[in-house]
């Protein structure tokens, strides 16, 4: 087409050319930049895609020798090459959980003190407070965690609770061994204070969606403020708050240094959620630049891929339920 | 009447309870940040800028992390956004309502999210065991990974922003829509598009997981790209789980560092954000 048009006005003015050939670069530039954009936007695909295939290939080793045992196979055992999963999965299943047990009902309570209670003026100082420390990295909490933290728990709260449901039946169990300070519980209410930020910001947004005309209505035939929270707010915004619950429970599950410094890396499953464990992401960290031998190295990166499909299967959960939302509001 | 006020009872007990969580939730953190404060700056001495991480029992600094740190930030970043604007170009421009935008933005918002130490497996795979050995390019290939997702979305999100009656209005005067969009959408989302870059620099100034085996670490000070190199992120690390006492002192006064970029980045970044309505 803007050959067509060069040749055509060949014989034309020299001014008139010129024009004819600038408008053929702007249209060969237009081009160019269309395909370069386009371009980075496959590349944006392909990233992925290269992550899920690296993951595989590193894994095969390990997948072909053990198979599917790996992932009810408790043992690790670098010496005889006995490889399974269980443990870390476990870890990081139990782990997430603390945090969201701890987590979720902390932000929506926040929440809602920003959306509902806060006094306007400090509305925005407390919304940007949050926001920023939504921002700190992991590795801060995991200092945190082990310093102050864990010998916090060991010294004043541990011995407590262990004495505490010493005869409950269900509880004591839950609560048994020695008061190591690090362990399963502490990973996870650190791991609740990193996801307090990302689940609260999200439920903010959300819950500021709700028309006033809404909740105005409630509280005209009579309804107290929980009664608006619990039957106007809350059901309106469910779809949004599963998908922020579900951003946050993906990103304590891939969570890795605040998690690594105070799970106390032993590869078991006890029952007892004082006792020191594992997650994935914390025996990755650990064990990655260590391991010896071509199995090691692959069994390490076979966690990696249940962790990233785990992962990926809940973000993409979250990130339905927070596009429906936005489809529900007509944007 | 009695069943209203139990009614009301019930209300003021669970509002008593979100308080609380706002109390227990803000100061928990207020803790945290209290505490690092407190801890990092008892160790902030010039010294942490003049001298390389100290063998075990001695003092030292921080100087080949820190200069780590910024090298391969700045090389993930310049890798990185590039990459990053022009897809997010490519979905608010060319292809707004694009089958593959859509696809896209949800890939990218996955990313976004993701594990930060699947992707230190993935350059680990594609990199490292490719060459041989760790090295600062690797690290900052990693970092890369994790700035793109970031830049996408603001990039997307910050041009979408701009109205279309600009663009039209640039258009109806014959523009080609590469220029349009260079001279138009680009400037009138220039601070959105800088704050997209600061956040990204902010997430990755942090991350650790990605460079333990890209980067790994390096005792001494070294601009060898092509050779492991120290970060602050890899050095409190190893140094915070060390039994020396020297050691935990660096690794409080290097977490301390890390923040304080951190969170003056982000203050930027919002501040550069209100300054809009673009002109």
Same mark, same amino acid.
């Given at each position: ?71 009810? $196979? ?125 689940? $609260? ?77 594992? $997650? ?52 | ?20 969580? /706002? ?16 801890? !990092? ?19 030292? !600094? ?5 200069? +780590? ?6 090389? +993930? ?17 060319? !292809? ?7 696809? /896209? ?33 690797? +690290? ?6 994790? /700035?793109?997702?970031? /830049? ?21 005067? !014959? ?78 006064? +290097? ?25």
């Amino acid at each position: 087409m803007a050959n067509n048009l060069a040749v055509e006005n060949a014989g034309l003015k020299p001014a008139e050319s010129r024009l004819a050939k600038a408008l053929a670069g702007f249209k060969l530039r237009d081009t160019g930049f269309h395909l370069l954009t386009l371009a980075a936007a496959w590349a944006v695909l392909i990233l992925l895609g290269g992550v899920i295939a690296s993951l595989i290939v590193g894994s095969m080793p390990a997948i072909r020798a053990f198979g599917l045992n790996f992932l009810v $196979t408790e043992a690790w055992n670098p010496v005889t090459e006995k490889f399974g999963a269980m443990a870390p999965v476990y870890g990081t299943i139990v782990t997430s959980l603390v945090a969201m047990a701890i987590a979720v009902p902390s932000a929506l309570g926040i929440a809602i003190f920003l959306t509902e209670l806060c006094p306007y003026s400090l509305r925005r100082p407390i919304g940007i407070a949050i926001e920023l420390l939504a921002g700190i990295p992991s590795i801060i909490y995991g200092i945190w965690g082990l310093f102050v933290f864990a010998p916090f728990l060991q010294e004043h709260v541990q011995p407590g609770l262990i004495s505490a449901f010493a005869g409950v039946p269900v509880l004591s169990k839950l609560f048994a061994g020695p008061p190591y300070g690090i362990g399963v519980l502490t990973a996870g209410v650190i791991l609740a204070v990193m996801v307090l930020p990302i689940v $609260t910001s999200i439920s903010r947004d959300v819950f500021e969606t709700v028309p006033t005309v809404l909740k105005e209505s409630a509280y005209a035939v009579g309804c107290t403020t929980w009664e608006v929270l619990r039957s106007v707010v809350i059901p309106y915004t469910r779809v949004g708050l599963i998908g922020g619950v579900m951003l946050g429970l993906g990103r304590a599950l891939g969570e890795t240094m605040a998690v690594t410094f105070v799970i106390g890396n032993a590869h078991r499953i006890a029952p007892s959620l004082l006792a020191p464990g594992t $997650t994935i992401s914390a025996t990755i960290a650990n064990e990655f630049t260590e391991a010896v031998g071509d199995l090691y190295t692959s069994a390490l990166i076979t966690l990696g891929l249940i962790l990233f499909v785990i992962t990926f299967i809940i973000l993409a959960i979250s990130r339905y339920m927070l596009m429906r939302l936005q489809s529900q509001e007509g944007r | 009447m009695a069943i209203y006020d139990s009614r009301r009872r019930r209300s003021k007990f669970y509002l008593g309870l979100c308080y609380a969580s /706002v109390i227990i939730g803000l100061g928990w953190l207020a803790l945290i940040l209290g505490t690092l404060l407190y801890e !990092g700056f008892r160790g902030l001495t010039p010294a942490v800028f003049a001298q390389m991480t100290p063998p075990p029992g001695s003092n030292g !600094g921080l100087l080949n992390a820190i200069t +780590g740190s910024l090298i391969m930030t700045f090389l +993930g970043v310049a890798i990185g956004t590039p990459l990053g604007m022009l897809a997010g170009t490519y979905m608010a421009e060319y !292809g707004r309502y694009s089958k593959l935008t859509f696809f /896209v933005r949800f890939i990218n918002d996955i990313l976004l999210s993701a594990p930060s130490i699947v992707i230190g497996l993935f350059i680990y795979e594609v990199m490292v065991a490719r060459m041989g050995h760790f090295s600062a390019l690797a +690290g900052a290939a990693a970092l890369s990974v994790i /700035v793109i997702p970031v /830049v996408v979305r603001t990039t997307e999100d910050m041009l979408l922003l701009v109205p279309d009656t600009l663009r039209e209005a640039a258009r109806a005067l !014959g523009l080609p829509r590469s220029i349009v969009i260079g001279k138009v959408a680009y400037r009138a989302a220039r601070a959105g598009l800088v704050t997209g870059v600061l956040l990204a620099i902010a997430r990755i100034s942090g991350e650790t997981a990605p460079l333990l085996f890209t980067a790994l670490n390096n005792q001494f000070f070294s601009t060898n790209l092509n050779a492991p190199m120290s970060s602050l992120p890899a050095v409190i690390f190893q140094f915070a789980l060390s039994p020396y006492k020297e050691w935990q002192q660096l690794a409080w006064t +290097g977490a301390l560092l890390i923040t304080l970029a951190v969170l003056a980045l982000s203050i930027t970044a919002r501040a550069l954000q209100t300054q809009r309505p673009a002109k």
